[in-house]
């Protein structure tokens, strides 16, 4: 059997959205023709590859099959096509990708680390970049993507789709100060020794402008470039620090809190660049790679407290 391309890429764009309509929505295809294509793709395997359901589909074991070997087969596809073009067409300028301390710190480089092994040929010059010069510096063409927070997307003309939750926590050492609780205010934690980023960073100067002038001054034991010694530091007891919930994996020593400032609800989107390339292959390439960096790593939940008759 001869399997297209499109078809592959649709129906692993389906599997991974687990709705046929937002895999259409991937390929920019109407929800018919995506129909279509997928029922053609399951009547030459001969064999079921989706259970629809009224919330969506979800892959049969033969359709997980086929949707493992579909991504493998499309890499190497990309892979094919990189290789080839380099022979035919001159050396372009890199991909110009803008991210805020966040992101920069566990999204980009695993987003990076697998596009950049498949697209050996094609480079991509990153930056760190708050996000309302982000916004600014892709709205000008300056830029073919950048990973902002929700609350500074406020061109309207942006295209933007979102990337998931990159809510502020609390963290500290393991059975220390936050034992037992779920959930703190800035001001509590104000009260306490702080481990943080230096003053410079873009995490700590978004944290502060939300702060007010009235807010608690806070005592840092120190303060470090990078939001994964923070953790460390943490981790050790040396103080309490506010993180997004991705900085750290859920198997780190710590106990974890929420921060009940409404500021500490955020969310990573993924915008677009306004330049004339905005819809090539490569900037395409790049933004899954990015969506795949997102999902690659279940951030972490604090657990609930032991409730009446639950060991402590």
């Given amino acids: 059997m001869r399997y297209d391309l499109d078809d592959l890429r649709l129906f692993l764009h389906t599997v991974t959205e687990g709705s046929i309509t937002a895999g259409a929505a ?44 579909a ?13 080839v073009g380099s022979y035919v067409r001159p050396d372009t300028a890199p991909l110009r990708l803008l991210a805020g301390g966040s992101a ?50 406020h061109d309207d003309e942006l295209r933007t789709e979102s990337l998931g939750d990159d809510s502020l926590v609390v963290i500290g050492q393991r059975g220390g100060t936050l034992s037992g609780r779920t959930a703190v205010s800035y001001e509590e934690v104000a009260e306490h020794p702080l481990v943080g980023l230096n003053a410079e960073s ?18 840092y034991r120190t303060t470090v470039a990078g939001p994964g010694v923070v953790v460390e530091l943490a981790a050790a007891g040396v103080g309490l620090a506010i993180v997004p919930r991705r900085t750290f994996d859920p198997d780190q020593p ?54 009446p008759g639950t060991a402590g």
């Fill in 254 to 307: 710590l106990d974890v809190c929420e921060l009940l400032e409404p500021w500490a609800s955020r969310e990573h989107l993924l915008a677009w660049g306004a330049g004339p390339v905005a819809d090539s292959a490569e900037i395409a390439a790049l933004a899954d790679h990015i969506r795949r960096a997102t999902r690659s790593r279940r951030p972490h939940s604090p657990e609930p407290p032991p409730g």
């Fill in 202 to 219: 873009s995490l700590r100067l978004w944290i502060e402008a939300r702060l007010g002038e009235h807010a608690p001054a806070v005592r």
């Fill in 104 to 153: 920069m710190h566990h999204l980009v480089p695993r987003a990076l680390a697998s596009f950049l092994s498949v697209h050996p040929h094609i480079d991509v010059a990153v930056s760190e970049s708050r996000t309302p010069l982000t916004v600014r510096r892709l709205a000008a063409g300056e830029a073919d993507l950048g990973v902002i927070l929700n609350d500074g997307a």
């Fill in 26 to 69: 991937r390929l920019r295809l109407s929800l018919p023709s995506a129909s279509a294509r997928i029922r053609a793709l399951e009547h030459h395997a001969g064999v079921t590859l989706l259970v629809r359901g009224r919330r969506g589909v979800r892959p049969t074991p033969a359709g997980a099959t086929l949707a493992r070997h």
């Fill in 71 to 83: 991504r493998e087969v499309l890499d190497r596809a990309a892979l094919l096509e990189s290789a």
